[in-house]
Nanobody, 131 residues
Framework: QVQLVESGGGSVQAGGSLKLSCAAS????????MGWFRQVVGKEREGVAT???????TYSDSVKGRFTISKDNAKNILYLEMNNLKPEDTATYYC?????????????????????????WGQGIPVTVSS
């Protein structure tokens, strides 16, 4: 069993920055891949940035060059540094973990198939970007 707790969300003006953290605990074999997703009310949850089981990173096109995913393996913390935030980044952000995950540039991060690779989810944290 895996527990994921997000922190660091909040409100910021467009162009600003935020850094999300996700403290992970539990079965390490169930955290071989980790990532960040986001969801807006009325829309599907979509992948933002992930580490797959081989440690490779993947970013959605909408955040490439602005967001950076990283992790501290010793502390079991996953981060998402978000720069040059835009109003369209407003969403609830979720930390997720899985056992076996695959990703590449052709794997659509908005799909149920992609999302279904992640078995454990945090409670979500809101991020609001005002114009």
């Amino acid at each position: 069993q895996v527990q994921l707790v997000e922190s660091g969300g909040g409100s910021v003006q467009a162009g600003g920055s935020l850094k999300l953290s996700c403290a992970a605990s539990g079965d390490r074999s169930s955290m071989l891949c980790m990532g960040w997703f986001r969801q807006v009310v009325g829309k599907e949850r979509e992948g933002v940035a992930t580490f797959d089981s081989d440690g490779e990173t993947t970013y959605s096109d909408s955040v490439k060059g602005r967001f950076t995913i990283s992790k501290d393996n010793a502390k079991n913390i996953l981060y998402l540094e978000m720069n040059n935030l835009k109003p369209e980044d407003t969403a609830t952000y979720y930390c997720a973990a899985g056992t076996l995950c695959y990703s590449d540039s052709d794997f659509d991060m908005t799909t149920t198939e992609f999302r279904g690779q992640f078995e454990s989810w945090g409670q979500g944290i809101p991020v609001t970007v005002s114009s």
